[in-house]
């Protein structure tokens, strides 16, 4: 009786693995693929802007014999005597009324035949509106003939005026 529980045990075992294997899957070949990127995380929005730096622009040129205590041509004119002491007003603004502009603010004054007569030039620091004044003259007096002023802002000229001197 021994022997037939051997047996019977065998065989259940032998009975119970090939179960076991004719139930299992097959396996197939894996295929490997490269892991799936996975979706960005939504961008986080982008900054603001930063606000554009403020700049400033020459609105105007008036040319005169006098100036008053504003920096402003009293009466513009573009005839002159040789003897007259010329001045160019300068108006300037900036985009933002309350930021500070740091400029460089230029006249370059030149007889009809191309002769600089005089160049000038400013620093300054721009807030709102205001004026620059530049002048020239001469103790001798000036040659009579047609003139011209360039102003410039920050080495680019932005505005000229004609001017004669009789």
């Given at each position: 009786m021994i022997r037939n529980r051997l047996h019977l045990?065998?065989?259940?075992?032998?009975v119970a693995s090939l179960a076991l294997v004719g139930c299992k899957?097959?396996?197939?070949?894996?295929?490997?693929?490269p892991p799936a990127t996975e979706p960005a995380a939504p961008a986080a929005p982008a900054p603001a802007p930063a606000p554009a730096a403020a700049?400033?622009?020459?609105?105007?040129?008036d040319l005169g014999t006098q100036v008053g205590a504003d920096k402003k041509v009293t009466a513009a004119t573009s005839t002159f005597k040789p003897t007259d002491t010329i001045h160019a007003s300068v108006a300037t603004s900036t985009s933002d009324p309350m930021a500070s502009v740091p400029?460089?603010?230029?006249a370059k004054w030149t007889f009809q035949d191309g002769q600089t007569v005089k160049e000038d030039s400013a620093d300054a620091t721009l807030t709102g509106t205001g004026n620059t004044t530049f002048s020239i003259n001469s103790p001798n007096g000036f040659p009579t003939g047609r003139y011209k002023v360039e102003i410039s802002?920050?080495?680019?000229?932005?505005?000229t005026r004609e001017f004669e001197v009789k």
């Open positions: 045990a065998v065989a259940a075992a032998l899957k097959k396996e197939e070949a894996a295929v490997v693929s700049s400033a622009t020459v609105t105007s040129v400029a460089r603010l230029g802002l920050n080495g680019a000229v932005v505005q």
